[in-house]
């Protein structure tokens, strides 16, 4: 168990639709990194938030947002859902700084239908 | 995102052998390269992982070697067993960049018994 929590553990829904996922990191971590995991592209870096700014992002749609608060967990919104957005969304978390190591959350199965 | 190369995609070892798998990389920016294995069902979790400042890196039965000049780094598995098998994912990332984890595209390890 890397003590990061994410909920829900799986999600169907239709296309068009609006969900969001929902991310606690482990104790004293700072930092929550978003990825997703589909068969076509693998692991990919979608967004990084730092003691609820904004640090970094990757290839994040304009449909995909995302928050971290005050608590510091985190929330990635996916909009207009389409099929290909079907994938597994991990949530990673660090000290932040200058602490590399990354843990990983269970993730959330998400299904578009 | 600079891309991480991974090879093989699948790999079938024996129970005792040794199992290899190599990783290239483009960006040499890049300053952390850590190794996740990643069971069915779950998040991937940190194996082990190596700074470009050393060559080589062992805990247990899993071994990084570091070759900064030909951009490459490789995990070895010895004695590999059935539990062994898995996902496993080489990574990197840029301090300087948010330390965002660029992945290569996993290979997949069945170790027989």
């Known amino acids: 168990d890397s003590g990061v929590t994410q909920t829900p553990k799986h999600l169907i829904t239709a296309t068009g639709q609006r969900v969001t996922l929902r991310c606690s990191p482990r104790?004293?971590?700072?930092?929550v990194y978003w990825y997703q995991q589909s068969l076509d592209q693998g692991l990919q870096f979608l967004i990084h938030y730092y003691n609820g700014e904004e640090r970094a992002k990757g290839n994040i749609l304009e449909r995909f947002s995302a928050q971290q608060f005050p608590d510091l967990h985190s929330e990635l919104n996916l909009s207009s859902l389409e099929l290909g957005d079907s994938a597994l969304y991990f949530c990673?978390?660090?000290?932040?700084?200058?602490?590399?190591?990354?843990?990983f959350g269970p993730g959330t199965r998400l299904l578009v239908l | 995102q600079q891309q991480v190369k991974q090879s093989p995609q699948s790999l079938i070892v024996q129970k005792g052998g040794i199992s290899i798998i190599n990783c290239a990389y483009e960006?040499?920016?890049?300053?952390?390269f850590p190794w996740y294995q990643q069971f069915p069902g779950k998040g991937p979790a940190l194996l082990i992982a190596i700074r470009p400042d050393v060559s080589e890196k062992k805990e247990g039965r899993f071994t990084i070697s570091f070759n900064k000049s030909a951009k490459q780094f490789s995990l070895h598995i010895m004695d590999s067993q059935p539990g062994d098998s898995a996902t496993y994912f080489c990574a990197a990332s840029e301090r300087g960049a948010g330390n965002m984890l660029t992945f290569g595209g996993g290979t997949r390890l069945m170790v027989k018994p």
């Open positions: 104790s004293g971590d700072l930092s």
């Open positions: 960006n040499t920016a890049f300053d952390y």
């Open positions: 990673a978390s660090s000290t932040g700084g200058l602490g590399e190591t990354q843990y």
